[in-house]
């Protein structure tokens, strides 16, 4: 297992590996799928090995009485097959002896297979979005990541003339983008109903009442209600007559243990992973409404919160970088944040400078926002 670590060792590291990496993503994205991707794997891990928790159930016969021909490992493989269950009593507590209701376990068969598909859906949006750019950052970066001098001074000028010349043209590029991040906070939504259907729809107030019992608000822990220790399981065979024989087993779920503290770790991160998720698409489209404020107060405070939301050095005057901030759509928006978020601090302000002086030789009803015309 600590083989499989290692190896999930390199997913968590958000920050630049090395000089030659393009980041197309955010702080957010990265929650997504790298951290919970990660922890879903190593949670998947967990549950799955027997080199330390031992096996998921053992079960054992309840008398002397019973048939001593029954293999422990038969006993255990169909009780794990079948689903074992608790008793449940008029107000709700459960216990292994006999009652008219009972309360099936049988999720713990899907744990591992779920908590493996929720890591694939977690870096399933980013996948797209990865696919969806098309390493357009990447090949207009080539050559301009450090200090530019020289010839490299004519990378930035061709780079400028290109973005010139498309512009408001990544439109449908951007989209996929904000597409994405409405993908992430819809994928948290999606998983926290997944695992409440799996858990029997205990999930979604789980961590509430842990934390109602840890301030013994309640007297009974509800992860004994939804992770039990010791369940019941029934195995059934024919007798020697030709008549059905009952065997009550009593079951130890080890693995219990483990599963409890896994969904509540789970529960706290999905519920700030929502939290972070909602208030950073929230932050995008605010971004967007204000954005489409600069092309009319060009001169105001929001011309100049803008131009600092692009990346645009403080060293250059806002009224300096009004022809390009009041030039824009999101697409165009979204390309320079992306540039200034992988070039160094003084290449960027090299490449503002040109992209000004690229700008001026273009028509006025060319640099036209769509959200303005």
């Known amino acids: 297992m600590l083989g499989v670590l290692k190896e999930l060792k390199s997913r968590v590291q958000v920050s630049r590996g090395s000089q030659d990496r393009v980041s197309v993503d955010t702080v957010v994205s990265a929650l997504h799928h790298r951290v919970t991707s990660a922890i ?6 967990l549950v799955s090995s027997r080199q330390y928790f031992g096996d998921p159930i053992l079960c054992i016969q309840s008398g002397p009485g019973d048939d001593p021909t029954i293999p422990t490992h038969v006993l255990n493989t169909y009780c794990f097959v079948s689903s074992s269950y608790t008793v449940v009593g008029h107000s709700g507590e459960t ?22 598909v929720q890591a694939l859906l977690f870096a399933s949006p980013h996948a ?3 696919n969806w750019e098309g390493g357009l950052v990447r090949g207009s970066l080539t050559g301009l990541r450090d200090d530019v001098r020289g010839p490299g001074r004519d990378k930035l000028r061709t780079l400028a003339r290109y973005f010139t010349a ?11 983008f ?13 998983n926290v109903f997944l695992t409440d259907q799996i858990l029997g729809g205990n999930f979604y107030h789980y961590g509430l009442k842990m934390s109602q019992y840890g301030l013994e608000i309640l007297e009974t822990s509800p992860a004994e209600t939804v992770f039990p220790k010791v369940t019941k399981c029934m195995f059934r065979k024919y007798g020697p007559s030709g008549t059905i024989q009952n065997h009550d087993a009593l079951c130890v779920m080890a693995l219990n243990v483990v599963n409890e503290k896994i969904f509540m770790a789970l529960w706290l991160w999905f519920a700030f992973l929502a ?8 932050w995008r489209l605010t971004i967007l409404g204000l ?3 600069t092309s009319v107060h060009s001169r105001s405070f929001v011309s100049v919160w803008a131009q600092r ?12 970088l009004s022809p390009v901030t009041q030039s824009l759509d999101c697409g165009d928006w979204l390309f320079l944040q992306l540039l200034a978020a992988n070039m160094g601090s003084r290449v960027y302000r090299d490449f503002m400078e040109q992209l000004v002086q690229a700008m001026e030789q273009v028509r006025p009803s060319d640099l036209r926002p769509i959200w303005n015309s």
């Open 178 to 190: 904000y597409v994405c991040q409405l993908l992430n906070l819809l994928n948290v939504v999606a």
């Open 309 to 320: 939301v692009l990346g645009a050095p403080v060293t250059l005057e806002p009224t300096y």
């Open 40 to 45: 879903l794997l190593v949670c998947c891990t």
């Open 95 to 116: 216990w292994q002896g006999h009652g008219s209701a009972e309360r099936r376990h049988a999720y713990y068969q899907w744990v591992p297979f779920v908590l493996f």
């Open 128 to 130: 797209a979005w990865r």
């Open 291 to 293: 954005l489409a404020c």
């Open 275 to 282: 939290l972070v998720s909602a208030l950073s698409l929230l």
């Open 166 to 176: 498309r512009l408001h043209t990544f439109r449908i590029w951007a989209t996929g």
